[in-house]
C-alpha cells in the first residue's frame, strides 16, 4: 500500500527521476492530451490519429509505441488541456502529473469538510482512503484525467452543501470531462432545476461548458463536427473505435449477449439507472439531500455506465468510500467502523492482485457492498442517521 503514498508524493514534489520522462516515468495517456493540445492549438483537428501521431511517437519510447491513443473527451474539455502543451513534453508530463496529484488531495478536503462533522483530523479519512486505493496509482501511472471529474463532483457537494449553487455548478461542470461514467448524476442536476437553487447550479454548469466550447471553438470551428465524427468512425488500423472495447462492465457483457453488433445495448443498464433516479427524484420532497444520497449515485452510476470505467476512472470511488468510513464512523460502533475498513482493504488487494485494466470489474461492487453493509448496522444502531444516509 505504500506504491500509491510514494507516487503522489513523488509526483506532487516533481521527483528529480520524474525530469528524465518519458524513459524514467513513461506519460501513458497523458500523450492523447498533449498531443490533441499541441495540435489543436495549432488549428488543426485533435480527434484525428494522423495528426496526432507526430507529437506521440516523438514522447514515447519506440518499444512502448502501439498506435495513436486517441482523444475522446468532448470539445469543453480542451481549454483544459491546452496550458499544458505550452510546455515541453516532459515539462507538461511533469505538471500534469502535479495538477491531477494537487485535485486529488484537494478532493479529499473537500470531502472531509461535507462528511466530517467538522472533526479536525477529518481530511485524515479521504486523504488514506486515496493512498491505499490501488485506482490512485493507476491515475497516475497511466497519466489519465480522472482527478478532474473527482474534483467536479467533490468541489460541486461542497458548494451545494455550503449555499453557493452557482459554484457548484461551474465546478460540477467539470464531472462532463467524462460525461459517460455519471448519467444517473446528470439526469438529477436536471430534475433538480425544478427548485430555485437546482436553477442556479444549472445556469453555473451550462455557463462553464459553454465558456469551454466557445474556446474549443476558436481554433477550429469545426471542432465538434470533428468529434462527432471521430467517436461514431469504425475502428482502424491505427486505431480501435469506443464501440469495439473490451469493457470490465455489466453493460458491455450485456451487449455481448444480446447482440454483439449493436452497440446501443451498452446504454441500456445506464437508461434504467436514470429512469430510475428520475422516479425517486420527482417522488422525492424538495430540498434534495445531495451529501446523502450521491455516494449511492455514484456507485449506481459507475454499475450503469455504458462504457470507460477503468481502474483509473475508479478513482471515483473515493466519495462514497469515504462517506461510507464517516457513516460508520459516526456511529460509535467498532463492527461497522472494522467492516468499512475490511472491504475497503479488500477492494485494494482484489486490485492488486489483478491490475490489467480488465481486472478491475468488482471494485464498485466491493465499495457498494461496504456502503450497504454499513448502511444496514447504521440502521440497527441509529435509525436517525441511516434514514439520512440512506437512498430509498
Known amino acids: 500500500m505504500t506504491r500509491p503514498l ?3 508524493v513523488a509526483a506532487l514534489l516533481g521527483a528529480p527521476a520524474f525530469a528524465q520522462a518519458p524513459t524514467a516515468f513513461p506519460p501513458g495517456d497523458f500523450v492523447e492530451y498533449y498531443s490533441a493540445a499541441r495540435v ?3 488549428g ?4 484525428d490519429g494522423a495528426q496526432l501521431m507526430p507529437w506521440q511517437v516523438a514522447m514515447m519510447p519506440a518499444d512502448t509505441h502501439r498506435g ?3 482523444l475522446w473527451t468532448p470539445p469543453w474539455t480542451l481549454p483544459l488541456y491546452t496550458p499544458f502543451g505550452w510546455l515541453e513534453p516532459n515539462a507538461a508530463h511533469l505538471a500534469w502529473l502535479g495538477t491531477q496529484s494537487l485535485l486529488l488531495l484537494l478532493s ?3 470531502l472531509a469538510a461535507v462528511y466530517g462533522g467538522g472533526r479536525r483530523w477529518a481530511w485524515v479519512v479521504p486523504v488514506g482512503v486515496l493512498l491505499t486505493s490501488f485506482e490512485t496509482t493507476r491515475l497516475l501511472v497511466y497519466g489519465q484525467n480522472s482527478a478532474i471529474v473527482l474534483a467536479g463532483l467533490a468541489g460541486f457537494l461542497y458548494f451545494r452543501t455550503r449555499g453557493y449553487p452557482v459554484a457548484a455548478g461551474l465546478v460540477g461542470a467539470l464531472t462532463a470531462v467524462k460525461p459517460h461514467l455519471l448519467l444517473p448524476f446528470a439526469t438529477l442536476l436536471l430534475l433538480d432545476a425544478r427548485t430555485p437553487a437546482g436553477r442556479r447550479v444549472l445556469l453555473g454548469g451550462v455557463a462553464a461548458l459553454a465558456l469551454g466550447s466557445l474556446l474549443a471553438a476558436l481554433p477550429n470551428r469545426a471542432i465538434f463536427a470533428d468529434f462527432l465524427h471521430a467517436i461514431t468512425a469504425p475502428s482502424s488500423e491505427t486505431t480501435v473505435a469506443v464501440t469495439d472495447w473490451e469493457l470490465p462492465l455489466a453493460s458491455y457483457h450485456l451487449r455481448m449477449a444480446l447482440d454483439p453488433a449493436q452497440f446501443r445495448w451498452q446504454f441500456l443498464p445506464a437508461a434504467l439507472a436514470c429512469l430510475g433516479y428520475a422516479v425517486v427524484r420527482v417522488r422525492a420532497a424538495s430540498p434534495w439531500d445531495w451529501a ?3 455516494p449511492l449515485v455514484v456507485l449506481v452510476s459507475l454499475l450503469a455506465a455504458p462504457y470507460g470505467a477503468w481502474v ?3 478513482v471515483l470511488l473515493t466519495l462514497p468510500v469515504t462517506a461510507t468510513l464517516f457513516l460508520a464512523l459516526g456511529t460509535g460502533r467498532a463492527v461497522a467502523v472494522v467492516a468499512a475498513v475490511a472491504l475497503h482493504l479488500v477492494r ?3 486490485a492488486a492482485g489483478t491490475p490489467s485494466l480488465g481486472g478491475s470489474w468488482p471494485m464498485t461492487p466491493l465499495a457498494l457492498a461496504g456502503y450497504l453493509l454499513v448502511v444496514a448496522l447504521v440502521k440497527r444502531g441509529s435509525p436517525d442517521f441511516a434514514t439520512r444516509a440512506a437512498v430509498s
Open 6 to 8: 510514494l507516487t503522489l
Open 40 to 42: 489543436h492549438a495549432g
Open 44 to 47: 488543426g483537428d485533435p480527434y
Open 68 to 70: 495513436v491513443i486517441m
Open 108 to 110: 479529499g478536503l473537500a
Open 292 to 294: 446523502a444520497r450521491l
Open 312 to 314: 483509473f476512472d475508479l
Open 348 to 350: 485494494y488487494a482484489v
